[in-house]
């Protein structure tokens, strides 16, 4: 198999495994509590990505700054997504949930105009970003967000989930000069010092009568949906780059809807469909991708918007 074919399969690989997330996260809430679920797959992935460096001759980074950038990279990008999209999908089917990740991108430009100082919007990224956030709107429902129930509450709190992604996407730049599975490691480390007192305390996961399928979904989640895909990550980035991985945005929402249809039979009304559609349209435009399509020779040279 030639490099470029194996790139996209395990992009495609990527996508179905984070797809599958929403998934188990559903199944595992049939008996275990939301931050119990987030600890366990934290944890376990953790184990298995120390293990995974150790074995490859490599140890967790030495002392200093960047571990402080490795604590935010574990809060923003595990702790409160993990936890935050458990809550959400009380209230939420899988597959709405997958098609909320799909607005990462938005909230990516956005805090990177905000956070840095040479990634400000462009007039194309003004207009996907709103784009974008208006398919949101249609998504939850303009009457939802003026009477807060549950579901809209379970979507703004998956949202949520995904601006903290996009956040830890932004201070992970801080973390380049490391080794990539020496970080990776490291984050996951932290995300579990961090989160598995809490879900002790709170949970008192002892208390609980999880089923054998709740604990094999918590299971699913941290071998496979957090362990194995950051080794796939890792892999992908090796052969192609960050911005070959970015089709991921496009491609998990996708597997998630495909998931909880076929898993859970949750079909997607009409106007989720025309919602998802749009979020999409406007990642593409902020993206740059509609210029590239109509302009494939010219120079992406865009002026700030002041």
């Given at each position: ?29 049939g ?85 840095t ?35 809209t ?13 996009a ?17 990776s ?16 305390i ?30 796939v ?32 039979s ?41």
């Open positions: 198999m030639s490099n470029t074919l194996l790139s996209y399969a395990l992009l495609i690989l990527l996508a179905a495994i984070w797809g599958s997330s929403f998934l188990f996260i559903k199944v595992a809430l008996s275990i509590t939301p931050l119990t679920i987030a600890a366990g797959r934290i944890a376990l992935a953790g184990v298995i990505l120390f293990v995974i460096m150790r074995v490859s001759g490599h140890h967790l980074p030495p002392r200093g700054r960047h571990w402080l950038f490795i604590g935010g990279a574990a809060a923003l990008g595990n702790v409160l997504p993990f936890s935050l999209i458990s809550f959400g999908e009380r209230h939420v089917d899988s597959s709405l949930a997958a098609i909320m990740m799909s607005t990462i991108p938005l909230f990516t430009i956005l805090m990177a105009h905000i956070m100082d040479d990634e400000k919007l462009s007039t194309e990224k003004s207009v996907g970003v709103a784009v974008g956030f208006v398919g949101v709107v249609i998504l939850i429902g303009p009457a939802a967000l003026l009477d807060l129930g549950a579901q509450v379970g979507q703004l709190t998956i949202a949520c989930g995904a601006l903290c992604y956040l830890s996407g932004i201070i992970s730049r801080n973390l380049r000069h490391l080794p990539k599975l020496q970080s490691a490291a984050i996951m480390v932290v995300a579990a010092l961090m989160i598995v007192p809490i879900a002790l709170y949970d008192r996961p002892w208390t609980l009568s999880p089923t054998a399928i709740g604990v094999t979904s918590v299971v699913m989640l941290g071998v496979m949906a957090t362990a194995l895909a950051q080794v990550i890792l892999w992908i980035l090796q052969m192609r780059g960050a911005s070959f991985l970015s089709l991921n945005n496009y491609l998990v929402p996708l597997f998630g809807v495909f998931w909880g249809a076929v898993f859970l949750e079909w997607p009304g009409t106007h989720v469909k025309f919602a998802f559609a749009i979020i999409l349209l406007g990642v593409l435009i902020a993206q740059g991708g509609v210029t590239k399509l109509l302009h494939p020779r010219r120079k992406d040279v865009r002026k700030p918007v002041t």
